[in-house]
Every structure is written in C-alpha cells, then in structure tokens.
C-alpha cells in the first residue's frame, strides 16, 4: 500500500528553478503517473546519516506501535466478545448475621438516641448540626411498599408520607372541581438506621462465543470504592466467616488476580462479604465511599436527601484482560462500580381505598432508587487479531521508509540534488528505429530525467547503482551541502 505513494522532487528545489510546466509534470507524470508506469529500481545512497536516521525511525515505530500500543496498551491481539448476564438484587434489614427468616434470628437495630434524625431521640445534637426529625419506625424489608421493579432494581425507602382523603362527588359529577379533600395532616415517618440495611447481588454472566458461563461465586470479585471517574484502587470482597473451604475459586487464581489488579486492600466484613448466594453490602458503606450524607446534602429546595430521596447506578463489569499490562492470562473477575445520579427527588406513590370506597391512604414513599446493569468483555487470542496488528504495523513502517526517502530525494538544492533525482529516477521509452535496416524496430532507450552537467566516476554491482555523498563548503554558509554523483550502464 506504502509503495503506491510517489516519491517526487519538489521543482522549487531543482537548479533550474520553478516552473508551471515543472509542477505540471511533477503532478501529472510524477504523482499521477499518466506519462508511463513506474518499475522498482534499487538505489543505495551511502549516508550514515540517512541510514541511522531511517533504522532508528523504523525501530521507534515498531516499539511504539507493535510493542507499546499493540501488546501493552490496547491487547490488539485479542479478540474481545461481549458478555450477558442475569441478576437479582434483594434488600435486608440489619440482623445479627443469620437469616430473617429463622426463628432465632434476631434484629441489629441501632438504638433512636443514635439516630439523631429521628425524634425519638431525646438527648442534644452532638454532631452540631441542624438535622430535621421525624418520627422513626423500625421497619424489615417485608413491611416495606412491595418492589414494583425488576430484578435489577430496588428501592429503599427513606421516608413515608400518609396522606388520607375523603371523597366528595362521584366520577360522572360535571360539577365536581375537587374530588378529595384532605382528612388530617400528613403522617411522615423515616424509615430508622436505613444505613444498616443490606443490600445483595447475586448474579452470573455468559459469554455464547467462548461457550463460558459463570455465577459469581466461581469468580474472584472487586470493588471500586468511589465515585466517577472511578480511578481509584480497586479493593477485594472478603469471603464471609464459614464460607472459605466452600469458595470455588483457588488461592492461587485468587492471588493472581489481585496481583494483576494491583489490589492490596480488602473491604472490613462489616461492611461487605461473599457468599454462594450473592455479595452482600452495607448501605451505609456505600453512600460513605461515595461521600454521600442523607442528613447533609440537600437538594434545590433545601431538602435532605433522607426526606427527599436519590438514586444510584450499579455497573457490574466483567474482563478477564487490563490494559496498560504485559501480555498475560487472567481468570474472569468482575468489578462492581456505583455512581450516584442527580435527581431533585425520588419518590414511588401508591394509593389504597378502603372498604366503602369513599376514603383513601396515599402513601408517598421517597428513597434510593437503585438500578443495576451488567457490561463487560472477554478477550481471547486470535491469529487472526495479531496478523492485523502486524499488517498495520508493516503500513506504519513502510510511510517511515518513504518519509525518509522523499526528504533525502528533495534535501540538496539545486545540481547536487538533480544529480541524485537523475540516479534515482530514470525515464526509458520504447521508440522506433528509422535507419534504414532497422525500420519498424521497437528498441528501448534511457532517457534522463534531468540532465547533470558534471559528472565523476560511479560504482555499480548486481544491478544496482551506489551513489556517495560528500559535503563540500564553499564559503560562509553560501552553499549547502552538495552530492557527487554519475551512473553507469
């Protein structure tokens, strides 16, 4: 493809000067090529210079592209495949490590004089800040609003609004301007030590091309302990107590992700754990790496989040390759990555009638809203992938080779630079004999491009032409450097 490219002699820089009829035949015969066709001819100008300078490029190229961006950056060998997965996300309430679902399971509350949100709380703000209070309710996750989302999605309320309403006309009223009117004033309870509840994944990934399925406690998993851009250090979820001689994944493949991670850190087990049924998380945990405070930041109205709501995102991603490292095999991980998304509130309303059908409860529930995807990508060697990337690689080395050979043809001005392009670029046409005995006889002849006036001796050996270049000063920089050269034949 490289050798499509001319290399031409810029007239400007020939001792005949510039002339439109120079530049049209520079254009026409020399780029375009409509004058004839061109046949490859080996030209060897003895410069250490010019060598060294086209080795060293060639070589820069190679390491840079092939070496550095190929192998190390971008993994260009690999061919990448995408990943599907299913998951299911499910909210509890603080316990003492058991399940709620047994009889002597018991409730891991915090107590309202820690909750200085709550009004229950009767002794004085120590955190010295002006935290709005309501009434607290110890609430499980089964009296919570039932979950009107899919799997992938959870909302944990916060605080619960109890409107009741009395009817005042019928559907078909045309006269009705208001249908309701309000019974009361507003019942509002939050929802206490929301902090402590828990949240679990439990997920599993297919990849359909590399035939490669996995649940996720035969993978080693990481999280990423902030916010966007996410360029923190990724930190490992511990097994939970009882689990560790249950773990699918070796000790051996566990090290040699974390190596190939640079991951020193792990999450405290307070805060997170693995188990054959998902990964568990304490909210608060979460909304801490985050920098994320329910009682402190608030929204345009002055509201705290606590009393208005938020939402986040949850990224499950899966790859078995990083960039910017040596070439190496790496088992599947996964990384688990929050991001908080901006919303003034968030609230899911539900209304309830009672039995005679003239009152109804609306119940305005504001919370986290948490929505989780899966992405991901696993690499496998492919031929096919490292052909390409040498394929491109031999493009880049070959615009290297001419870079070198377009300026060594256009550096020397004038004769010294004719004399090189006469050598470097000779013209032959076919023309037919008129002397008697030879008519009608097709014969080639060489024809100079351009004609040098002064000639000295040449070398010549296997067909190829050797031209050596001698600097010679005349004056005080009057002159630039000028070449020596003939041909033979």
């Known amino acids: 493809m490289v050798d499509m490219l001319p290399v031409v002699r810029c007239p400007c820089r020939r001792e005949d000067g510039c002339s439109r009829g120079a530049f049209s035949s520079m254009v026409f015969d020399d780029i375009m090529g409509v004058s004839g066709y061109e046949i490859p001819k080996s030209v060897t100008v003895k410069s250490y210079k010019l060598g060294i300078t086209r080795s060293l490029l060639m070589f820069i190229t190679f390491v840079l592209y092939v070496i550095y961006d190929g192998m190390y950056v971008n993994k260009m060998y690999l061919k990448v495949f995408p990943i599907v997965g299913i998951m299911r996300v499910q909210l509890q309430h603080p316990v003492s490590r058991c399940d709620p679902l047994d009889e002597d399971c018991n409730s ?9 949100y709550c009004k229950q709380n009767k002794q004085v703000n120590t955190l010295g800040r002006d935290i709005p209070q309501e009434t607290c309710d110890y609430m499980d996750e089964f009296d919570l609003p039932a979950q009107p989302f899919e799997s992938s999605q959870v909302m944990i309320p916060t ?57 996720e406690w035969d993978l080693v998993g990481f999280l990423r302990p902030c916010g966007p851009p996410h360029n923190c250090p990724l930190v490992a979820l511990p097994t ?11 000790d051996e493949l566990h090290k040699r992700a974390r190596y190939f991670f640079n991951v020193h850190a792990e999450i405290p087990a307070k805060d997170a754990s693995r188990t054959p049924s998902g990964d568990t998380f304490r909210l608060g945990y979460l909304l801490e790496i985050m920098n994320i405070d329910l009682d402190k930041t608030k929204n345009l109205k002055g509201h705290n989040l606590r009393h208005e709501g938020m939402s986040l995102m949850l990224e499950i991603k899966y790859t078995n390759f990083l960039h910017n490292t040596r070439p190496n095999k790496m088992p599947i991980v996964y990384e688990y990555r929050f991001t908080p998304a901006t919303f003034q509130t968030y609230k899911a309303t539900e209304a309830r009638r009672d039995l005679a059908g003239k009152e109804r409860s609306i119940f305005d529930v504001h919370g986290i809203y948490l929505q989780a995807r899966q992405t991901g990508h696993i ?22 080779r001419w870079l070198v050979s377009f300026v060594t043809l256009n550096w020397w001005v004038g004769k010294a630079g004719d004399d ?12 037919t004999s008129e002397k008697d005995g030879e008519k009608g006889v097709t014969r080639l002849k060489r024809v100079p491009k ?11 050996r296997d067909g190829e032409t050797f031209l050596r270049l001698d600097a010679q000063e005349s004056g005080a920089g009057s002159n630039r450097d000028r070449c020596k050269s003939t041909w033979s034949r």
């Open 240 to 250: 939970a107590k009882g689990f560790d001689k249950q773990r699918h994944v070796s």
């Open 379 to 400: 690499g496998a060697f492919s031929l096919r992938s490292l052909l390409l990337m040498l394929l491109e690689a031999s493009v880049l080395l070959g615009l290297a």
């Open 108 to 116: 891991a509350y915090r107590r309202f004089d820690e909750m200085p």
């Open 159 to 215: 605080r619960t609004s109890v409107l009741k309403q009395k009817q005042l006309c019928n559907n078909g009223d045309q006269d009705c301007k208001r249908k309701y009117e309000l019974i009361g004033d507003p019942i509002t309870t939050y929802n206490a030590d929301v902090e402590n509840f828990t949240l679990l994944f439990d997920h599993s990934m297919v990849c359909e091309e590399l035939s490669k399925n996995a649940h």
């Open 420 to 431: 090189l392009e006469g050598i470097a670029q000779d013209v032959t046409e076919f023309r």
């Open 450 to 460: 351009v004609v040098p006036k002064k000639a000295s001796s040449s070398n010549s």
